[in-house]
């Protein structure tokens, strides 16, 4: 019975912690950015012509795992609007940054597609944003990068 209690005063706390994290938020422009860079030969390549723009779509609001792209990244009711950076989750990420604004124009002109590439892939260290090799496709993820540079900026 004790125990119960204390877990539900925890799950409360916890709860009121991320909301108001997230209530608080704004999206932020340009963002400060330390994310490791790409090896060059990754960062020149672009696989966005050929790929699927709607599956990326789909990638990004429901079939990503462990979780949607939209729970950090953001949707069209987060604070900022669809891919600013503040989703639900995101921005419960405070420790050390929050997730890319991909409408940010002054921090996204510095990532080219390979880029990206490289950090949905292999994840960002030290941060929320995960390695998605185990889950996606090379294929998959460019059509969420193609998703992501057209219909987010
Ligand atoms: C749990 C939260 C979270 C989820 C889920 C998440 N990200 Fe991220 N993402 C982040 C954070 C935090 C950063 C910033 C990392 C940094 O600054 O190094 C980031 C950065 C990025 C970047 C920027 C890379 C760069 O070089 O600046 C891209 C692109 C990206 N995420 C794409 C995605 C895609 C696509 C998905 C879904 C498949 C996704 N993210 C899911 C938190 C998340």
């Not at 990420?93 to 929050?98: E, G, N």
């Amino acid at each position: 019975m004790k125990k119960q209690f204390v877990l539900f005063i925890a799950a409360i706390f916890t709860f009121a912690m991320v909301s108001s994290a997230y209530a608080a938020k704004k999206a932020e422009c340009p963002q400060p950015r330390k994310t490791k860079s790409a090896p060059a030969s990754t960062a020149k390549q672009d696989k966005t012509a050929k790929a699927n723009k709607a599956n990326g779509k789909k990638i990004y609001h429901k079939t990503a795992k462990p979780m949607a792209c939209k729970m950090c990244h953001g949707d069209k009711k987060d604070p900022g609007g669809l891919g600013a950076g503040v989703g639900k989750l995101g921005a419960a990420f405070k420790s050390p940054v929050a997730p890319r604004n991909f409408k940010c124009k002054a921090t996204m002109k510095k990532i080219s597609a390979g880029q990206m590439f490289w950090i949905i892939k292999n994840g960002s260290k030290g941060t929320g944003m995960v390695a998605h090799k185990k889950t996606l496709k090379d294929k998959e993820i460019w059509d969420v990068i193609k998703y992501i540079r057209e219909d987010l900026k």
